[in-house]
């Protein structure tokens, strides 16, 4: 399995919180970076949140001081802390991780925020 895989979506009510992982596949070598994107109806796929290797971690300006990425190398996993969620943050979330192969993308987890 090459695809990197994720998990934690859900249902959650507006202010609650979620935590998305994303577990790469060892067979996917010469990661240099790692990252969250979503894609809502009807609106184009955007980054959420992406770590390099070295550390440097950016994010959109619509989930800063909400969302949190973090990463375990030793798993080859990182994650997605999701606070304070909104109706607006409901999509479907994808990881994607960044190779020197090239660029591999999960199936996505489906976040749905609403009360």
């Known amino acids: 399995q090459v695809q990197p895989v994720e998990s934690g979506g859900g249902l959650v009510q507006p202010g609650g919180s979620l935590r998305l992982s994303c577990a790469g596949s060892r067979s996917i070598t010469s990661i240099y970076a790692m990252g969250w994107y979503r894609q809502a109806p009807g609106k184009e796929r955007e980054l959420v949140a992406r770590?390099?290797?070295?550390?440097?971690?950016n994010y959109a300006d619509s989930v800063k001081g909400r969302f949190t990425m973090s990463r375990d190398n030793t798993k080859n996993t990182v994650y997605l802390q999701m606070n304070s969620l909104e109706p607006e943050d409901t999509a479907v979330y994808y990881c994607?991780?960044?190779?020197?192969?090239?660029?591999?993308w999960g199936q996505g987890t489906q976040v749905t925020v609403s009360s």
């Open positions: 994607r991780l960044d190779s020197t192969r090239g660029l591999y």
């Open positions: 770590i390099t290797s070295g550390g440097n971690t």
